[in-house]
C-alpha cells in the first residue's frame, strides 16, 4: 500500500485521540510519549495498521524543549505518515494528537529498531519498578520525574484497554507484545496492595487484568 485514503486516516485519528485521552486525560506531560507510543503501537497492530516505534529529537532552537529526547510511531505501509500521540508537550502540554507526515523539528535517530526498542524498554521497566537507571541516553530520558502515582495509572489505563482490546481476536504473539504485559503484571504483583494508585478508570476492565496478574 502506498497511501492510507483519508477514512482510514480518519480512523487512525480517531483511535489514537481516544486512546491517549483515555490514557493521558487532557493533558501531554513531557517524556512520557514511549509510555504511550508502546501500548498504542499493540493497540493499531491488533486492528491491522502496522507500524513502527520510531525516536529522535525535537530540534527547534527557539523552543524551550529544544533537543528534548523524542518517541513517536511510523505507519509501515506508508512511510510518510507518522502517528504523535503526545505532541501536546510542545505545545504548553495542551492535548493534541497528531496523524500526518513528520514534523520537520523531528529529527530521528539513526538506531536499528532492536537496539532503540530494547534500551527504551529497560528504562520504561526500570522507572516503574523502581530499578536503578544506569544506561546514560536513558537517565536523560528520565531527568524530569513524573509523579509515581500518575506513572502507575497512566500506564496501567494503557494496559487495560490493551488487554481488554485482546480478549477479542487477538493475532499478535509478539516478543514485544509479551515483554510488555510480563512488565505490568510485575508492576501490578509490586504495587497492588497501595490503594492510593487505585485511579484506574476501567475498574471492571482492571480487575480482569489484575487477576491475571495475581492468579496467572
Same mark, same amino acid.
Given at each position: ?42 493497540? $493499531?497492530?491488533? /486492528?491491522?495498521?502496522? %507500524?513502527?516505534? *520510531? !525516536? ?5 532552537? +527557539?523552543?524551550?524543549? #529544544? ?80 509523579? $509515581?502515582?500518575? /506513572?502507575?495509572?497512566? %500506564?496501567?489505563? *494503557? !494496559? ?5 482490546? +485482546?480478549?477479542?481476536? #487477538? ?46
Amino acid at each position: 500500500m502506498n497511501q492510507y485514503t483519508k477514512e482510514q486516516l480518519a480512523e487512525i485519528y480517531k483511535l489514537v485521540t481516544d486512546f491517549t485521552k483515555n490514557t493521558l486525560g487532557d493533558f501531554a506531560p513531557s517524556h512520557m510519549c514511549f509510555t504511550i507510543c508502546y501500548p498504542l503501537s499493540l493497540y $493499531l497492530e491488533n /486492528l491491522g495498521y502496522q %507500524n513502527t516505534i *520510531a !525516536a529522535g529529537r525535537y530540534q527547534n532552537e +527557539s523552543h524551550p524543549k #529544544n533537543g528534548t529526547p523524542h518517541f513517536w510511531l511510523q505507519l509501515n505501509d506508508y512511510l510518510k505518515i507518522i502517528v504523535d500521540p503526545t505532541i501536546g508537550q510542545f505545545e504548553n502540554n495542551q492535548f493534541r494528537v497528531h496523524v500526518g507526515e513528520k514534523p520537520e523539528e523531528f529529527k530521528q535517530l539513526s538506531q536499528q529498531f532492536e537496539e532503540l526498542f530494547y534500551n527504551s524498554y529497560d528504562l520504561w521497566r526500570r522507572k516503574l519498578l523502581g530499578i536503578e537507571i544506569v544506561n546514560p541516553f536513558a537517565e536523560e530520558l528520565a531527568k524530569n520525574e513524573i509523579d $509515581l502515582v500518575m /506513572l502507575l495509572n497512566i %500506564n496501567l489505563n *494503557a !494496559a487495560t484497554i490493551l488487554n481488554s482490546q +485482546s480478549q477479542g481476536e #487477538n493475532n499478535l504473539h509478539s516478543d514485544i507484545y509479551e515483554k510488555y504485559f510480563d512488565c505490568i503484571f510485575q508492576v501490578i504483583r509490586r504495587y497492588y496492595l497501595k490503594e492510593e494508585w487505585y485511579l484506574i478508570k476501567y475498574k471492571e476492565e482492571f480487575d480482569d487484568l489484575l487477576a491475571k496478574a495475581i492468579f496467572g
